[in-house]
């Protein structure tokens, strides 16, 4: 243990307990060496901006800032920093927009020691010593119909930035379908984020109806009613994640460099 790297870390929880728990865990493995810890989203950022750490290991639930406001600021004060979320909320119920905030990774709260030095090495994946770290680009799209040419033209930028721009018409086609049906179903506005972990490009489609989406089959004479079947059969995974004020409607595609 004495020969290999120790990864410098942040800990951030409004509970002084829990910081002292993480700490010691971490520190006894012999692979981390805390260098600050925070009890707020904005001591979070001070912290991560001043020492640029490896890890920041980051609360949901804290005061002044929370950690979910404080985790794209963490990115963009250190963006090689990974961010882990350890949260006390159940990972069904936060993890996806976690990750699509810049997160490399979601542990829930009540690890044993060694499963929390397991599964931090693992979750930014120190065991291999490789980068890791989400790419995310996000846009805000007017309850217009033209907001679905708008969000193929953003998948196209960005996937072209990316150099994954060879997924473009599958993945211009399902986002369309996603955006015109939270146009014509939620007649609100929607933030649309591509998103790029080590596997996958995720695509989430967020508005601000909490009525949820259903699958239908739709005739050949029909000219819509298609959306959700097109991503059941091209995506490799999808689903619908409920949120505060409405829900996201996501979906996965390899990336074209892992398959």
């Known amino acids: 243990m004495g020969t290999e790297p120790k990864f410098r870390v942040v800990v951030a929880d409004d509970f002084a307990d829990i910081r002292h728990l993480v700490k010691v865990t971490l520190e006894r493995s012999g692979r981390f060496e805390i260098v600050a810890e925070a009890e707020n989203g904005l001591e979070a950022i001070d912290a991560a901006t001043t020492h640029h750490p490896d890890i920041v290991v980051l609360d949901l639930s804290m005061p002044v800032l929370s950690g979910m406001e404080a985790l794209p600021q963490i990115r963009a004060a250190s963006p090689d920093t990974k961010v882990v979320v350890l949260s006390g909320f159940d990972r069904s119920r936060m993890e996806s927009e976690a990750l699509a905030g810049g997160a490399v990774g979601y542990l829930e709260k009540g690890l044993r020691p060694s499963q929390l030095v397991d599964e931090l090495l693992a979750v930014v994946g120190l065991l291999e010593l490789v980068q890791v770290a ?3 680009a996000r846009a805000s799209l007017g309850a217009e119909p ?13 996937l072209r930035r990316w150099h994954c721009d060879e997924l473009f018409d599958e993945v211009a086609l399902l986002t369309s379908e996603l955006v015109t049906n939270a146009i014509l179903h939620a007649h609100s506005e929607i933030e649309l984020s591509v998103s790029m972990t080590p596997d996958v490009i995720r695509i989430d489609v967020v508005d601000h109806s909490d ?19 097109l991503v059941e059969a091209l995506a490799t995974s999808w689903g619908v994640d409920e949120r505060p004020g409405g829900k996201s409607v996501w979906f996965e595609l390899p990336r074209p460099d892992k398959t």
């Open 146 to 158: 033209e907001s679905a040419a708008s969000a193929r033209r953003f998948v196209d930028e960005t």
């Open 134 to 136: 989400a790419e995310t």
């Open 211 to 229: 009525s949820m989406p259903a699958m239908r089959t739709a005739s050949e004479e029909d000219t819509s009613g298609r959306g959700l079947g």
